[in-house]
């Protein structure tokens, strides 16, 4: 699945992705907005000390985000193939 994600740009649907846990959530266009409204409330709480916010997800992927600043083709494949296998 990585290969068909990062070498081809394979597009999942929405029902697919989630079976996979690719994503979270899988919504009707219809009912996009109100449901990406619904999640700001979630998370507005949440994002009043930014900084504190920050430091929490910055600890959570620095291997990640170091890997990504390395900028080298196999440390973005390396990424990729840690992110499919966290999701799954």
């Known amino acids: 699945m990585v290969r ?5 740009g394979k597009r999942f649907p929405g029902p697919l992705a989630m079976q996979r846990k690719i994503v979270d959530d ?3 266009r219809a009912n ?3 449901k990406a409204i619904e999640m700001s409330h979630q ?3 949440k994002r009043k000390d930014r900084r504190v916010y920050s430091e929490l997800k910055r600890a959570m992927n620095s291997d990640l985000v170091s890997m990504l ?7 973005v494949i ?7 296998a966290a999701k799954l």
């Open 69 to 75: 600043r390395s900028d080298t083709t196999e440390n």
């Open 4 to 8: 068909e994600v990062v070498l081809q």
């Open 78 to 84: 390396k990424f990729a193939e840690m992110y499919t």
């Open 32 to 34: 996009l907005t109100a």
């Open 43 to 45: 998370f507005a709480p």
């Open 26 to 28: 899988s919504v009707p």
